[in-house]
């Protein structure tokens, strides 16, 4: 049996300094913020080599909060990807914005930059690309765009920890970079998390003052703000788990480099890492056909496969309302029709990528 995530060999073998790490907050008295939070924001900071972090209660409300400091409001559009997660668009909307998506680049699956050029209108205020699956966006021509156009960049970087394009960090590429926690991200947490990096100090102000109600002082609130404090248990959590980041993301990276040799051998084409990314694997996709048959023949195997994502955001009833139809966005659609996800996780057996591989030649040829 191989699934297709396993979170327990990453957390298992930290298990005694995760234990320390939540028993301390737990005698601390302080359960909000504090200094365990303090302290995981400096270090994930560095580690981005990014001066300003704020830590939040979830990507969705590090999205949401980002868009509102950058000063993103009712009228304004806000140009993104359809390929991603749903917590993209919809942060853009609780910012009463409008989502304006623009296709995909079908080989990187990210934002393709003459789309996004084609899809500006005069009330765009923002770009909003995301890493998708541990790569970063095409950065250079978006960001050419966005100065020609007076826009903001604020880079989805949820599934890109770590990552970088042309020797720069995610979260290090825009005006504002929004990551989360979640479990099963790169860096997850015992629960959820989220966090904004930014360069501009009045930029962390702002997102300080927007995740804790607005008040420097204690009830005296400046403006109708927010609560997206993140839990001083996860701030604890995310430090120790933190330190090992660059490991698990090398280990995401031989087992990519493995599945890259292995995957020409029963006809498939690996995905591509682009000139001048540092891929960190969130997600290993292949482009497969009759993609239910073959993830039917691999879960028969042992093996598991997911489907992220099945739907692209302009077909999701959510969304209806842009009166955006089939056909609307080709690459994001073909990329929502075909891709299938593979294992991939710190701790997947040293033999797994054969193992995956050989049940993948044998699910197609059935
Ligand atoms: C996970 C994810 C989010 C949302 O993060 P949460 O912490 O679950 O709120 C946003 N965007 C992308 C691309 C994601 O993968």
């Not at 205020?125 to 156009?149: K, N």
């Not at 991200?185 to 998390?193: M, S, T």
């Not at 292995?262 to 482009?287: D, N, Q, R, S």
Request: proline share 7%.
């Amino acid at each position: 049996m191989i699934p297709f995530i396993d979170l327990r060999p990453q957390n298992e073998p930290l298990r005694s300094e995760l234990e320390a790490a939540l028993g301390r907050v737990l005698d601390s008295g302080a359960y909000t913020l504090g200094p365990e939070v303090a302290a995981f924001e400096q270090e994930f900071a560095d580690w981005c080599g990014v001066p300003h972090a704020v830590a939040m209660n979830s990507g969705t409300a590090a999205l949401h909060l980002a868009l509102l400091a950058a000063g993103i409001g009712p009228g304004d559009d806000v140009v993104t990807t359809p390929f991603s997660f749903i917590a993209t668009a919809c942060a853009i909307r609780y910012a009463g914005a409008n989502p304006v998506f623009a296709d995909i680049d079908f080989a990187t699956r990210n934002l393709d930059p003459e789309a996004a050029a084609k899809a500006l209108t005069p009330r765009t205020r923002a770009i909003l690309p995301v890493h998708l699956y541990g790569q970063t966006a095409d950065m250079d021509p978006l960001r050419a765009l966005a100065q020609q156009h007076g826009l903001a960049v604020i880079e989805d970087a949820a599934q890109a920890h770590g990552a970088s394009y042309r020797g720069a960090p995610a979260g290090g590429l825009g005006v504002l970079g929004c990551f989360s926690f979640y479990p099963t991200k790169n860096l997850g947490a015992l629960g959820e998390g989220g966090l904004v990096t930014t360069r501009d100090a009045a930029l962390a102000d702002a997102l300080r003052s927007l995740r804790d109600w607005g008040a420097r002082e204690k009830y005296q609130h400046e403006i109708v703000a927010h609560n997206a404090r993140m839990d001083a248990f996860q701030g604890a959590a995310l430090r120790v788990k933190l330190r090992r980041l660059t490991a698990w993301n090398e280990e995401r990276r031989a087992i990519a480099a493995r599945y890259e040799e292995l995957l020409p051998g029963i006809g498939l084409e690996p995905p591509l890492e682009a000139p001048g990314c540092k891929h960190v694997w969130h997600v290993y996709t292949v482009c497969v056909p009759e993609r239910e048959r073959v993830a039917a023949g691999l879960r028969e195997q042992g093996i598991g496969s997911a489907v992220v994502y099945p739907r692209p955001l302009h077909l999701q009833p959510a969304f209806a309302d842009l009166g955006l139809g089939a056909g609307s966005f080709p690459n994001a659609e073909r990329a929502a029709r075909e891709l299938l996800g593979l294992p991939m996780y710190p701790g997947l057996p040293a033999d797994g990528p054969e193992r995956v591989v050989a049940a993948l030649g044998k699910a197609l040829r059935l």
